[in-house]
């Protein structure tokens, strides 16, 4: 369904026009022998609303003028119209299925000197033709920007972690069970207007690093363990994850409670707020080792989501806001920030 035509050589966007309007430009259409162009082969159309009540376009059958436009999937329709209407809210034109020379994007955003290209790939697209295709966006001064809802595994590190590429900015979109189109970045959802609007807005920045949050609420929780050689019951413990600016789990260089670790660094700092409060004074951090058979525990009794402890279980759960002293973990992602803190 294109939603752009020119009306005697003036562009117009057919999601401008409510009901009544999009009636009166019929009406004058008719009327004055008026005629709408289509850009994407120059023939004439004329205007029509959907069952949904969608006012678009549609070309005038005519077996003589080939083109190439392929009907687009109402998941593909309604992410386009969200990204005009962010652009919009945000002083940018928007232009739909707009082609120059050898590229072509769902959406068109021009402010002053700068422009993006938004494209919206609900079937399948080779890495390849990606990257192809942002090279001609790229030549013209372009910047893309890729919604993908099947990434290719070239981005993919695993089947639900997205790789992160700075002159390639993609991210993952799907249809949730409201019908609306959902942008998927890092651990948050949200729609894909209110995405557009972040980035057109610097809410979203490329970083080569995770950076811990200087403030984070961190939860050790302590239950009893018995010793795998005799049997004898210990107080072991596991923790929530640390979190980074953008709200991305870090993932430790090494899961160890052994001194000197980035595990047991983070953890001595957590006990000493602990014992600071006053709320357990004796609490200490250290290898795990029976008292009654001197067996040294394995390091994933400390460690969360390795062991099948029953809630019900759990003898103390300490739960801090706790500053973290800057924490930085080597990974390229897109990390968002309503207040400028973000990763590095």
């Not at 670790?261 to 409060?277: A, K, T, V």
């Given at each position: 369904?294109?939603?752009?035509?020119f009306?005697?050589?003036?562009?117009?966007?057919?999601?401008?026009?409510?009901s009544?309007?999009w009636?009166?430009?019929?009406?004058?259409?008719?009327?004055e022998?008026?005629?709408?162009t289509?850009?994407?082969?120059?023939?004439?159309?004329?205007?029509r609303?959907?069952?949904?009540?969608?006012n678009h376009?549609?070309?005038?059958?005519?077996?003589?003028?080939i083109?190439?436009?392929?009907?687009?999937?109402?998941?593909?329709?309604?992410?386009?119209?969200?990204?005009?209407?962010a652009?919009?809210?945000?002083?940018?034109?928007?232009?739909?299925?707009?082609s120059?020379?050898?590229?072509?994007a769902?959406?068109?955003?021009?402010?002053?000197?700068?422009?993006?290209?938004?494209?919206?790939?609900?079937?399948?697209?080779?890495?390849?033709?990606?990257?192809?295709?942002?090279?001609?966006?790229?030549?013209?001064g372009?910047?893309?920007?890729?919604f993908?809802?099947?990434f290719?595994t070239?981005?993919?590190?695993?089947?639900?972690?997205t790789?992160a590429?700075?002159?390639?900015?993609?991210?993952?979109?799907?249809?949730n069970?409201?019908?609306e189109?959902?942008?998927?970045?890092?651990?948050?959802?949200k729609g894909?207007?209110?995405?557009?609007?972040?980035?057109?807005?610097?809410r979203?920045?490329?970083c080569?690093?995770?950076?811990?949050n200087?403030?984070?609420?961190?939860?050790i929780?302590?239950?009893?363990?018995?010793c795998?050689?005799?049997?004898e019951?210990?107080?072991?413990?596991?923790?929530?994850?640390?979190?980074s600016?953008?709200?991305?789990?870090?993932?430790?260089?090494?899961?160890?409670n052994?001194?000197?670790?980035?595990?047991?660094?983070?953890?001595?700092?957590s006990?000493?707020?602990?014992?600071?409060?006053?709320?357990?004074?004796?609490?200490?951090?250290?290898?795990?080792?029976?008292?009654?058979?001197?067996t040294?525990?394995d390091?994933?009794?400390?460690?969360?989501?390795?062991i099948?402890?029953?809630?019900?279980?759990l003898?103390?759960?300490y739960?801090?806001k706790?500053k973290?002293d800057?924490?930085i973990?080597?990974?390229?992602?897109?990390?968002?920030s309503?207040?400028?803190?973000?990763?590095?």
């Amino acid at each position: 369904m294109p939603l752009r035509a020119f009306l005697n050589n003036e562009e117009i966007l057919s999601i401008d026009y409510n009901s009544q309007e999009w009636s009166d430009l019929k009406f004058k259409i008719k009327n004055e022998n008026s005629s709408i162009t289509l850009p994407c082969c120059k023939q004439t159309g004329f205007l029509r609303t959907s069952s949904k009540g969608l006012n678009h376009f549609v070309h005038y059958k005519n077996k003589s003028i080939i083109c190439d436009w392929q009907n687009e999937t109402p998941q593909h329709l309604k992410s386009k119209i969200e990204i005009i209407k962010a652009c919009k809210k945000n002083g940018w034109q928007a232009i739909p299925e707009f082609s120059q020379n050898d590229w072509r994007a769902d959406v068109l955003a021009i402010k002053k000197s700068a422009k993006i290209a938004f494209e919206v790939q609900w079937s399948k697209q080779t890495f390849e033709e990606t990257r192809l295709r942002q090279e001609n966006f790229k030549k013209d001064g372009v910047k893309g920007c890729w919604f993908f809802r099947i990434f290719p595994t070239e981005f993919m590190f695993d089947n639900t972690v997205t790789k992160a590429f700075k002159d390639l900015p993609i991210f993952k979109i799907f249809e949730n069970q409201q019908g609306e189109i959902i942008v998927s970045l890092n651990s948050t959802e949200k729609g894909i207007f209110e995405f557009v609007d972040d980035l057109l807005n610097r809410r979203l920045k490329y970083c080569e690093h995770l950076r811990s949050n200087p403030e984070n609420e961190f939860e050790i929780s302590f239950y009893e363990r018995e010793c795998p050689n005799c049997k004898e019951k210990h107080l072991s413990y596991f923790t929530s994850e640390i979190r980074s600016c953008c709200g991305n789990i870090i993932p430790f260089a090494q899961f160890s409670n052994k001194k000197g670790s980035d595990f047991y660094q983070i953890l001595e700092h957590s006990f000493y707020e602990i014992r600071q409060s006053g709320e357990n004074k004796f609490l200490k951090l250290g290898v795990l080792r029976c008292d009654n058979c001197k067996t040294e525990f394995d390091d994933t009794y400390t460690i969360s989501k390795q062991i099948p402890v029953n809630v019900q279980e759990l003898k103390i759960i300490y739960k801090k806001k706790v500053k973290i002293d800057k924490y930085i973990k080597d990974q390229k992602h897109w990390c968002f920030s309503t207040n400028g803190n973000f990763c590095e």
